[in-house]
């Protein structure tokens, strides 16, 4: 079974470098639902294909302004302008615009 929501999650295991637990973390699945996911046997639904979805559009972003490498822990780290939330915890409640208005600072800093 391969469904491009379960594709998305392996991308962004494999191009992206986020672990099983940190898509898990960013989606409110387990870790072993995640497992399943990358290894292309089951797929994300409804609001956790959302979550998917949405941190791919944020990761694909973050590609643009820092090294791949740096993604993960970006994501994991408290954040000042999220009122030190992790990005990670604050896609996984469903605010991925938040996140993305602090990209959106890194990408035009003279816009904020």
Sequence with gaps: ???AFALEAHRLRQAAGLSAEQIA???GAAT???RGWLGLRSEPSGAR???VAELSAITDRLERVMPRHYIPLWLSKPNEALGDEKPIDV???GEY???ARVIAAI???GAT
Aim: neutral net charge.
């Design 1 to 3: 079974m391969s469904t």
């Design 25 to 27: 973390r960013a989606t």
């Design 32 to 34: 072993s639902t995640v």
């Design 49 to 51: 294909a959302e979550r």
């Design 91 to 93: 896609i996984a409640a």
């Design 97 to 99: 615009r938040q996140v």
């Design 107 to 109: 990408e035009d800093p």
